[in-house]
């Protein structure tokens, strides 16, 4: 139920009428009150015309997760207004436009039902189908501000930010607020009990995107050349990207440009392009999505077995194929973790949250470096497109990339002969040597068999030896990836473990088991292969909830071939309809395993 | 292919070039080609080509996909970075690895299957963005390595070894090229390396994507009575058009060539190629004529040679993008990442 500073308003419109620029300002506003807030996008895979929401869950506690309940729903979308009727909490509140009349029909009485006539007021108050479609966004704005109590002075703040130097703008758009805000006083009890009081909580945040943050870490890191094909819903990341390449890396004098943004054809030639890039000094990547992976996969078990470095950023999607393309999923984790034919495997690191997305960027390079291998950072669609509060972005400026071990101008002078693949200090990382430095470093770069030595074989012995190297370089990625996250609140026999966007919803889960009497451990993996931290933690518990966003439990396979995880312990908590998980269903489907006799 | 392997000495004789170093200098491994393959050909005269520009070999990369002709950056200078990438992804890892390094010299040896079926989607957009390369497709109509069938080059009514003549249409490399903007096209045979070794040198020096489609008779799959890609075909319907000289700044021009026959082109480095034109009413820097002059050989049975289509005005992938000088590998991570206090600065937008 509703409370103070605890309240979830769904926005149902139409994809294509500009409503997202009026929720955003609804939730920045509720952000500068101090209050933390969770943003998140449900929209369709279309320009125009079909249904799309947006969900700003009001969360004084600060939890991250998506909420399983609507109190208050703005319907402003015929098409889906039965459903959207449907969904809202007993108690809770609906909003629609008066203007036309509704159903009688389509009624409820546990709610209340509150009609604006919006888009009356702004054909009245604005010229132009345009505006008028774009002010009945800000009027339930308006309307949702009377409700809630939302500060008008926070709003025309941060109308006078976005149009600066457009005073007519601010003016109109306030005007359109005040519509709404005004009617709704004037015919309903405002606020309602349910309302938003002033916090302190977000003070040190900023709310911001998986793929903002992601781009923006990749200029941080370093990178230079970014090769893509647009996916949803991963093209935000380029897009970001390029904005702040324009930003800072131009020459205000020259023009000249210190990076190089390539569109592909397709993944296929992306992939290739970063391969060739990485393999001539430049730090390079590629964001794509699953159905990306799958047509990269030849070239990712090449530059795994010539050991170049690779950058690639899935943001899942719900698959298998097409699937729903703008809903998300963990639904990539075995086709990364094995992409290619043969024997691969491939380093992943797991962001749960666009400050990861950002944090691990740099380290995303520097693994990709200093291992020589392809390394994939698997956010997905609710990290990168909606919108996250995360403690403010930091940048140690000490940092330094982790180029590996590329042998110098010098360094290969020294040498009397210079060999790709030979395991010199024993970690199962060779050296390598760029192009166009030192014709003593020169070698032939093969997918076909090679010895240590680097030349072509088809010598069984000679093949299987860098084979085997390769499982020892495997190792020391285990020894460098980012330690798991893990709570021991007490000692108990259960636990929860996840990864990525489950982090939210599961810690949110676990306070309110802990409500319940039920105390559970925790643990968050970061990264693929698995650390012995994790194999300890799944060895000390009876029973360990896995909780993913996936059918076939993948995580849940990777941690019985990697670790070889007791499989009994590992239950699988499933969710997998592309819709982002809740804390609620995490709850459910562990109390029902209880109730079953498991351990808690 | 040879078992024995050549020694590593060079006769004192040897010509030497700016560097001091000798074709010896230049070459590779052994060759693991049939004997006679025409790619032995192209490779001698690639050998030929960079010893004669003076190229440092470190300087140079040498990029191919798989099949026959993508072995071949094996067999020449040893001392240059080679890769082998996969099957008709050739152009994608040369346009990253240029990307990185604009200041090599980028030679991609491909085949008719890697370039024009499995790669054709590379192929294609690598010419769009007009990547600064040297494009060498060895032209043999066949795929040599899963022994025989028909590549997309092959002509209709060519004959196979066994079996039916090709129905297909085939792709021509060098239509293909002129319809999509490459700014230098050439075709070649692997046979004639008098023509070949300049035509080669002028697709190094050009700045932008250069195509030399060289004719390089398999002679295991496609050397036999009826093939229109063997040796002996080739040689009788060659149609010498355009013959290439190339000019450094250093040297004077100093052969003497008749007015309306010859035709110097200037390259962006300050070379220049002197176009000796065989058919003087042919203007190779017309899209529009050349396409013509194609198709009309073409179906008079000829196959049409030389410095095709050249157009130096157009810029290369860098100049396009305003790229900085420095190779993008190479700047110093200083100038790449904006810092802490301006990361502080930036994020007054997400608030």
Known sequence: ???????????????????????????????????????????????????????????????????????????????????????????????????????????????????????????????????????????YVGVIAALLDVDLEIIKGLLEETFADKAHLIQSNMEAIHLGYDYAVAKFPCPIPAKIEKLDKTKGHIVIDGNTAAGLGCVYAGATVG???????????????????????????????????????????????????SWNGARS??????????????????????????????????????????RTQQCDLISCAYASHGDTKHVLLFPADPSECFSMAPIAFDFAERLQTPVMVLSDLDIGMNDWMVPELEWDDDYVPDRGKVCSAEDLEEMESFYRYLDVDGDGIPYRSLPGVHPKGAYFTRGSGHTKYGGYTEDSAAYQEVLDRLLVKWETARTMVPEADIRYSQFNKAAILTLGSGDGP?????????????????????????????????????????????????????????IDADQDKLVSVLHYDGMPLNAGFVVDQILAEIKKGRAA | MTYIAKPKVAHPSLPRNELGLTTRDYEGAVSTLCA??????????????????????????????????????????????????????????????????????????????????????QFVHAIRRNLNMCY???????????????????????????????????????????SLGATYIARSFSGDKEQLVPLIKGAIMHSGFALVDVISPCVTFNDHEGSTKSYSHTREHYNHVIDVDYIQPSEEIKASYKQGEAM?????GGDTIILRKLDRDYDPTSRADAFKY?????????????????????????????????????????????????LQKLQGRYR
């Open chain 1, 1 to 139: 139920m509703a409370a103070v500073n605890d309240v979830v308003i769904k926005i149902a419109t139409v994809n294509g009428t500009g409503s997202a620029s009026a929720n955003g300002l609804l939730r920045k506003a509720i952000f500068r009150m101090g209050v933390p807030v969770v943003g998140k996008n449900y929209f369709p895979s279309n320009i125009q015309g079909l249904p799309t929401w947006y969900e700003i869950r009001v969360t004084g506690d600060g939890y991250s997760a998506r909420s399983d309940r609507v109190d208050i729903m703005v319907a402003m979308n015929a098409q889906t207004y039965a459903q959207d009727l449907a969904e809202v909490e007993p108690g809770g509140f609906l909003i629609y436009d008066s203007t036309w009349p509704r159903s009688a029909l389509l009624n409820r009485d546990d709610i209340t039902i509150i009609g604006v006539p919006l888009s009356k007021m702004c054909i009245e108050h604005f010229d132009g189908a345009r505006a008028r479609i774009l002010m009945k966004n800000i009027a």
């Open chain 1, 227 to 277: 090769a893509w094909y647009p996916i949803t819903p991963s093209t935000s990341l380029m897009d970001a990207f390029r904005d702040f390449c324009a930003r800072y890396r131009v020459d205000p004098e020259t023009g000249k440009r210190t990076y190089c943004i390539i569109q592909a054809e397709d993944e296929l030639a992306a992939i290739g392009m970063v391969l060739g890039a």
């Open chain 1, 285 to 326: 990547f590629t964001p794509t999505s699953g159905p990306g992976i799958s047509l990269m996969s030849e070239f990712i078990g090449f530059g795994y077995y010539a050991e170049i470095p690779a950058v690639i950023f899935n943001v899942q999607r719900v698959g298998p194929s097409t699937g729903m393309p703008t």
């Open chain 1, 506 to 562: 599961c810690i949110e889960a676990l306070d309110r088991l802990e409500a319940q009497n039920i105390g559970l451990n925790y643990c968050r993996v970061k990264a693929f292969p698995f650390t012995d931290a994790v194999k300890d933690f799944i060895e000390k518990h009876d029973v360990v909830y896995v909780v993913e966003q996936n059918r076939d439990a993948q995580l849940r396979t990777l941690l019985i071939n990697d």
């Open chain 2, 36 to 121: 006679g393959c025409g790619h032995d050909s192209v490779t001698a005269a690639l050998i030929q080509a960079v010893f004669e520009l003076d190229i440092e070999p470190h300087m140079l990369a040498k990029m191919s996909g798989i099949g026959c002709s993508s072995k071949t950056p094996a067999y020449f200078v040893s001392q240059a970075h080679g890769f082998n990438s996969v099957h008709g992804r050739m152009p994608s890892v040369t346009t990253g690895a240029n990307a990185a390094n604009r200041h090599m010299t980028y030679i991609g040896v491909s085949g008719d299957g890697d370039s024009l079926s499995i790669g054709a989607g």
């Open chain 2, 136 to 178: 060498i497709i060895e032209n043999n109509g066949v795929y040599g390595l899963t022994k025989g069938q028909f590549s997309a080059s092959a002509d209709i009514g060519s004959l196979p070894k066994k079996g039916l003549p090709n129905q297909q249409e085939p792709i021509d490399p060098v239509s293909t090229a002129l």
């Open chain 2, 264 to 268: 110097p082109v200037h390259l962006h």
């Open chain 2, 294 to 342: 194609l198709r009309d050989r073409f179906n008079a049975g000829e196959i049409t040679t030389g410095l095709l289509y050249v157009n130096e005005a157009r810029e290369e992938m860098h100049e396009l993008m305003q790229n900085t000088d420095t190779p993008l590998g190479q700047l110093p991570y200083e100038d790449l990442h904006p810092g802490s206090e301006e």
